[in-house]
C-alpha cells in the first residue's frame, strides 16, 4: 500500500473510533464525547501498533494491561473493543448507559470483556496501572528465568487534565517513580480543558518537570493527530526500561466540532443533532449512524489474528517453560488461577488462653508470618506503619528496584532487595496505596494487603469501594481500632470508620475478638472469593479466651457465634459484641449469670458474614423470642439497632474521643464489665 493510502485508511480508522463514540453519545442523549474524539489519534496508535492482547482471550496473564483513567470517556474503550473484536457488539455500542448493556456509563470491569479495571473516579485508573506494573514486575522477578521471560508485558493508561491533578494519582506516580516501574506508560491526554473550564483556572504546573522530579522519563507530543510522533513517543517510552514514561500528548477536546471544538461543552453532553453532522461534514464523514468502513474494520480487525498468534507463541514458550522448571510453573499456574495452596494454613498458631492477652495486631502480625512462606502470592505491606500495624512478612524481601538500595537503610523487611520482594514499602501514601493494591489484585496473580490505622482508612475509601464494586479480592488490615488507641487523642482515634466500611456494599468487615478468633479471620480473609476484606484490629492487648470457648472451627465465617450461654435455651438477655469489646461482654455474661439471669454472649466478627447465614442458624444465635439485646462496640452505634430492636441497647461511643490514656477512656466511655452488667440490668427492668 502506497504511504498515501496508508495515511488515508489510518484517518478512516481514527475516525471509526471518533464517530462510534459521537452517535453512542448522542444516541444515548448523555455520555462524554469530547475526550474520544481528540484522544481517538493515540489510542489508535496503541492499539493498533502496540498493545500485546488478544481479543478472543481477555484474560491470558502476559497481555498487555490498558487502563482508560479517564474513565468518562468510555466510548474510546467500547469503540476499540468492538472494533478489535472483542465479545462486544456493534448493538452493545448502540445501548451506550441503557439498563442491561455491557457499556455503562463508566467501564466496569466485571461487565465488560477487555475492561481491566473500573474507572471513573479520576486518579484511580492511573494508581490501578501502578499496581499492575507492580505486579508485573514481581511476578516477572519471581518466575522468569534466564532464556524464559514467560511474564513480559507492558500496562498502559491513558489519563486527562482530571487524573492528573488528583493526588491519588500523584501518589502512585511517586511511588512508581520510586519502583523504576519501566514497563509503565501513560499517555496524558492533554487537551487543557476539563469538566468546566480551560485548566488555566486552576492548574498551571510543568507536569513533564513534575514527572520527570518523581522519577519518570516524559516526552511530549505536539500534535496529538501526528500518528508517527505518537508511534516514536511510545516506542521510545517502551524503549526506556529504567523509568516508567509519561508522554504529552496536545490534543483538542472536541476535535472537529466546528463549535465545540476546544470548548469545555464538549466535554460532558453530546454534540447534538446538528452539530454532529456538522462535524461529520468537516472530517468528511457520511451522514450515518454507527458507521464502520470496511477497510477500516479490517485494520482494526488484524488484532485477531496478530493476537491468536502472540498467544499461541507464548503457550508454546510457556510449554519449554513447564518442561524447563516443572515446579514453578505448576506454583504460577495456581496463582494465576487464584488457588490457594493446600495446607496454606497449616502453620497457623493456636494462641493458648491468656488473661493477660495479646492485641490482635500482634496476633496478624504473628499468624501472617506463619502462613506467608507457604502462601506465595500474598504480598503487601502499610504505608509507612510496619511497626505499629506488625504487617512486615519478616525476611521475605522488600519490593525495591534492585539498584535504588539507601545507603542508611532503614525499616526493611530482611531478604532480597528486588522486585521479588513481598514487602512493599508504600510509603505515607494511603490513598495511592489503596488505588495500587486494586490494580495488584486486577493483574492476577497476587493477594494482596495494605495496612494502615483505621482512621486513616478514610483517605483510601475511594479505592476500597471500587474494590467491593470491581469484586477484586483485596485485604485490608486495619489496626489502632478505636478509642483504646490512647493518648493520640481524637485526630487517631475512630469512631465511625467501622460502620462507615460497613456500609460500602460487598465488603467484608471484620473485627475478632481474639487472638485465636484473629487467625480464623485470616483464614476467612485469605479464601474470600472476589470480595475485598478488611480486618479491624486492636492496638491494646485482649484476653485469649479459654480453650472452652474456641471450639468451632466455622464459628467465625459464619459471622456470629455463641461463646457464652448461661443454660436456658431462651435468654433473659443478648449481649452482642465485636473486637476489643467482646471480652468485656463475656465478663458481664459471667457476672450477670452469677445474679441468676441467664444472659448469652455472642461475638459478632463479621456482621456481613452473619447476615449471609441462613435464618436456622441466624435464629440460633439471636433467637427471636429474645428481644432484651445490648450491643457493645468502641464506635457508633449507627447499624446495631438492626440487631438490638427496639427493647434494646447499646454502649457504643456516639461522639469524638479524647487525649488520655487508652483504658483511662475506656473506662470514661463506659467500657467496663460493670457497666454492661448495670446496662444490661436497667434494660431488663424495663421490659
Ligand atoms: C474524583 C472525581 N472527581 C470529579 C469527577 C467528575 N469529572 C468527570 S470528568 C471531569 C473533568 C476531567 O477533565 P479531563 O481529565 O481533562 O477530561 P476531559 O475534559 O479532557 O474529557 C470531572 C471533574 C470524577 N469523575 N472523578
Known amino acids: 500500500m502506497s504511504a498515501t493510502l496508508s495515511k488515508e485508511l489510518d484517518q478512516l480508522s481514527v475516525n471509526t473510533i471518533r464517530f462510534l463514540a459521537v452517535d453512542g453519545v448522542q444516541k444515548a442523549e448523555s455520555g462524554h464525547p469530547g475526550m474520544p474524539m481528540g484522544a481517538a489519534p493515540m489510542a489508535y496508535v496503541l492499539w493498533t501498533r502496540f498493545l500485546k492482547h488478544n481479543p478472543l482471550d481477555p484474560g491470558w496473564i502476559d497481555r498487555d494491561r490498558f487502563v482508560l483513567s479517564a474513565g468518562h470517556g468510555s466510548m474510546l474503550l467500547y469503540s476499540l473493543l468492538h472494533l478489535t473484536g ?11 448507559r441503557q439498563w442491561g448493556s455491557r457499556t455503562p456509563g463508566h467501564p466496569e470491569s466485571a461487565l465488560t470483556p477487555g475492561v481491566e479495571s473500573t474507572t471513573g473516579p479520576l486518579g484511580q485508573g492511573l494508581g490501578n496501572s501502578v499496581g499492575m506494573a507492580a505486579a508485573e514486575a514481581w511476578l516477572s522477578a519471581r518466575f522468569n528465568r534466564p532464556g524464559h521471560n514467560i511474564i ?3 500496562t498502559f493508561t491513558i489519563a486527562g487534565d ?5 493526588g491519588v494519582a500523584s501518589e502512585a506516580a511517586s511511588l512508581a517513580g520510586h519502583l523504576k516501574l519501566g514497563k509503565l506508560i501513560c499517555l496524558y491526554d492533554d487537551n487543557r480543558i476539563t469538566l468546566s473550564a480551560s485548566t488555566g483556572v486552576s492548574f498551571t504546573d510543568d507536569t513533564a518537570r513534575r514527572y520527570e522530579a518523581y522519577g519518570w522519563h516524559a516526552q511530549a507530543v505536539s500534535d496529538g493527530n501526528d500518528l508517527e510522533a505518537i508511534e516514536n513517543a511510545i516506542a521510545a517510552a517502551k524503549n526506556e526500561k529504567g523509568k516508567p514514561s509519561i508522554i504529552i500528548v496536545h490534543t483538542y477536546i472536541g476535535y472537529g466540532s466546528p463549535s465545540k471544538q476546544g470548548k469545555f461543552e464538549s466535554h460532558g453532553s453530546p454534540l447534538g443533532i446538528s452539530e454532529v453532522k456538522k462535524t461529520k461534514e468537516a472530517l468528511g464523514w457520511p451522514d450515518r449512524q454507527f458507521y464502520i468502513p470496511d477497510e477500516a474494520l479490517a485494520v482494526f480487525r488484524q488484532s485477531l489474528e496478530k493476537g491468536k498468534k502472540t498467544e499461541s507463541a507464548w503457550k508454546e514458550k510457556f510449554s519449554l517453560y513447564e518442561a524447563a522448571y516443572p515446579q514453578l510453573a505448576e506454583e504460577l499456574k495456581g496463582l494465576i488461577a487464584g488457588k490457594i495452596p493446600e495446607k496454606w494454613d497449616s502453620d497457623i498458631p493456636f ?13 496478624l502480625g504473628k499468624v501472617m508470618n506463619a502462613t506467608a512462606p507457604r502462601l506465595t502470592s500474598l504480598i503487601g505491606g502499610s504505608a509507612d506503619l510496619d511497626p505499629s500495624t506488625y504487617t512486615a512478612l519478616k525476611g521475605l524481601g522488600d519490593f525495591e528496584s534492585p539498584d535504588k538500595m539507601p545507603a542508611d537503610l532503614q525499616g526493611s523487611a530482611g531478604g532480597e532487595w528486588n522486585y521479588s520482594g513481598r514487602n ?6 494511603e490513598h495511592g496505596m489503596g488505588a495500587i493494591l486494586n490494580g495488584l489484585a486486577l493483574h492476577g496473580g497476587i493477594i494482596p494487603y495494605g495496612s494502615t490505622f483505621l482512621v486513616f482508612s478514610d483517605y483510601m475509601r475511594p479505592s476500597i469501594r471500587l474494590a467491593a464494586l470491581m469484586g477484586i479480592h483485596v485485604i485490608y488490615i486495619f489496626t489502632h481500632d478505636s478509642i483504646g488507641v490512647g493518648e493520640d487523642g481524637p485526630t487517631h482515634q475512630p469512631v465511625e470508620h467501622i460502620s462507615s466500611l460497613r456500609a460500602i456494599p460487598g465488603l467484608v468487615v471484620m473485627r475478632p475478638g481474639d487472638a485465636n478468633e484473629t487467625a480464623l479471620a485470616w483464614k476467612a480473609a485469605i479464601e474470600m472469593k472476589g470480595r475485598p476484606v478488611a480486618l479491624i484490629l486492636s492496638r491494646q492487648n485482649l484476653p485469649v479466651f479459654g480453650r ?4 468451632d472451627p466455622s464459628r467465625v465465617e459464619k459471622g456470629a457465634y455463641i461463646l457464652f450461654d448461661s443454660g436456658k435455651k431462651d435468654p433473659d438477655i443478648i449481649l452482642i459484641a465485636t473486637g476489643s469489646e467482646v471480652f468485656l461482654a463475656l465478663g458481664a455474661g459471667h457476672d450477670l449469670s452469677k445474679s441468676g439471669i ?10 456481613e458474614l452473619f447476615d449471609e447465614q441462613d435464618r436456622k442458624y441466624k435464629d440460633s444465635v439471636l433467637p427471636p423470642a429474645v428481644k432484651v439485646r445490648l450491643a457493645i462496640e468502641a464506635g457508633i452505634s449507627h447499624g446495631w439497632h438492626r440487631y438490638t430492636g427496639d427493647a434494646g441497647g447499646t454502649i457504643c461511643i456516639d461522639r469524638f474521643g479524647a487525649s488520655a490514656p487508652g483504658d483511662v477512656l475506656m473506662k470514661k466511655f463506659g467500657f467496663t464489665v460493670e457497666n454492661v452488667v448495670n446496662t444490661a440490668m436497667k434494660l431488663l427492668n424495663r421490659n
Open 86 to 96: 472483542y465479545d462486544l457488539s456493534l448493538d452493545e455500542l448502540k445501548n451506550f
Open 152 to 154: 513480559d508485558h507492558y
Open 162 to 166: 482530571g487524573d492528573m491533578m488528583e
Open 351 to 363: 494462641f493458648e488462653p491468656d488473661a493477660k492477652g495479646v492485641s490482635t495486631r500482634a496476633a
Open 424 to 429: 512493599i514499602h508504600f510509603g505515607v501514601r
Open 548 to 551: 472452652e470457648y474456641s471450639a
Open 598 to 607: 441467664s444472659a448469652r454472649v455472642v461475638s459478632m466478627p463479621c456482621c
